[in-house]
Nanobody, 121 residues
């Protein structure tokens, strides 16, 4: 059974940093593409980041590129999202996800329950 569990969210001031973690279980991470999407109230899903399993490339949504960094530790079954320079518009529920057909597709396969990130002074 595939499970993804996010942690590390919370309230942070504009300009601050947070690191999200995702514990993954139920499948072999080595060849899977993993990453994050987010959803703010009243809005659709937004691409955040993807770490390609087959070739190790990293992809980012336009709004977070240069501020967020994705990493993974297959040995620990973990995926991370380091967020810096946070802005109020980054406020959303963040979901850890697998990608059904690789990062290029941005098609989400399985995802966790989500974790709230609020950026506010």
């Amino acid at each position: 059974q595939v499970q993804l569990v996010e942690s590390g969210g919370g309230l942070v001031q504009p300009g601050g940093s947070l690191r999200l973690s995702c514990t993954v279980s139920g499948f072999d991470l080595d060849y899977y593409s993993l990453g994050w999407f987010r959803q703010a109230p009243g809005k659709g899903r937004e691409r955040v980041s993807c770490f390609s399993g087959p070739d190790g490339r990293r992809y980012y949504g336009d709004s977070v590129r240069g501020r967020f960094t994705i990493s993974r530790d297959n040995g620990k079954n973990m995926v991370y999202l380091q967020m810096t320079g946070l802005k109020p518009e980054d406020t959303a529920t963040y979901y850890c996800t697998t990608f059904a057909n690789g990062c290029y597709s941005w098609e989400y396969d399985y995802w966790g329950q989500g974790i709230q990130v609020t950026v506010s002074s």
